[in-house]
């Protein structure tokens, strides 16, 4: 692509993610689309909105040639662009994960774990930040730490790997969140062993130490899903239920309205009064 052409990013729907500038659309042209647009680039999260993508895909040929992207295509990422397929803040220092969890794409779309250059962001999405280099980690938390916005970790940060240094490196950029996960049970002993390091350094609190829990898995129970959301919640967590989705993208109401209960913190405290988690 040319660095002087005119992208206009198409996404099929609106997260928290999605860009608001002039060249980032939801959906199809509407009446008033810029004339100078060169190329439009569906940008597709999610394998269910694969059908949609294609349709807008179609919709806009009639502006200017189309491609289609994504994590949900299956495409391996290329080097991070800022605001560009995501909003200004956030930032990808990395793609990959040494990992195979048998929910997640990114090692079948993303391989080997690949550092890239690190540009300025405040919410750091990477896929396995802690399995990069220790020279790579010290560049991006020096990148954070010239953040004038507070800093988050919502790429989910791998509770076995984590460290004493790099407990003290969180320390130094002063995090509103930092987001591990719970999915499934061997997720356990290293969120414990997680929890024990942070007590030991001193640092934490339920509202910055965050917890992604995968519930509605094929298998899974209320009450099992609800005994991983609570365990997550005793160690000193504040979990955020995300709800399994396979590549159709079909949910339940009932574990929609259950993943809703436990999804935002403060529903989750008032529910909860009894935990013995304390929220300093
Ligand atoms: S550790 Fe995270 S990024 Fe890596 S494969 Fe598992 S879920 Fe995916």
């Known amino acids: 692509m040319g660095a ?4 206009a990013r198409v996404f099929p729907r609106r997260t928290k993610a999605t860009p608001t ?12 689309v810029p004339d100078n647009i060169d190329e439009v680039h569906v940008s597709v999260a999610f394998t269910w909105d694969l059908p949609e993508a294609e349709r807008l895909a179609a919709s806009w040929s009639r502006i200017a040639p189309v491609k289609i992207g994504g ?17 200004p803040g956030y930032v990808i220092t990395s793609r990959g994960c040494p990992n195979h969890c048998w929910f997640c794409s990114v090692y079948t779309r993303e391989g080997e774990l690949r550092e890239l250059p690190i540009n300025d962001g405040w919410n750091l999405t990477d896929d396995n930040i802690l399995a990069c280099s ?6 991006v938390f ?15 940060i791998e509770a076995k790997l984590l460290k004493p240094w790099h407990i003290e490196l969180f ?13 499934t049970p061997d997720d356990l002993s290293p969120l414990e062993e997680a929890a024990r390091l942070f007590r030991e350094a001193e640092y934490g609190s339920r509202s910055i130490l965050r917890c992604y829990v995968l519930i509605g898995y094929p298998g899974d129970m209320f009450s099992v899903a609800e005994h991983r959301l609570k365990t997550a919640m005793r160690l000193g967590f504040g979990p955020m239920a995300m709800l399994y989705r396979d590549v159709s993208g079909v949910t ?3 574990w929609r309205r259950f993943q809703s209960l436990w999804a935002r913190p403060r529903k989750i405290y008032a529910k909860n009064t009894e935990t013995e988690v304390s929220d300093s």
Request: proline letters at 7%; a negative charge; hydrophobic letters at 35%.
């Open 4 to 7: 002087d052409m005119t992208v």
């Open 21 to 32: 500038d002039d060249y980032a659309f939801i959906g199809d042209p509407g009446l008033f």
């Open 71 to 87: 994590p949900a295509t299956g495409m391996r990422g290329e080097e991070f662009i800022p605001g560009r397929y995501l909003r």
């Open 134 to 139: 220790e020279s790579h980690i010290l560049a």
């Open 142 to 156: 020096a990148m954070l730490s010239r953040q004038k916005e507070r800093v988050q970790f919502t790429g989910g």
């Open 171 to 183: 320390k130094t950029v002063r995090p509103k969140q930092i987001f591990f996960a719970y999915d």
């Open 252 to 254: 339940t109401p009932e």
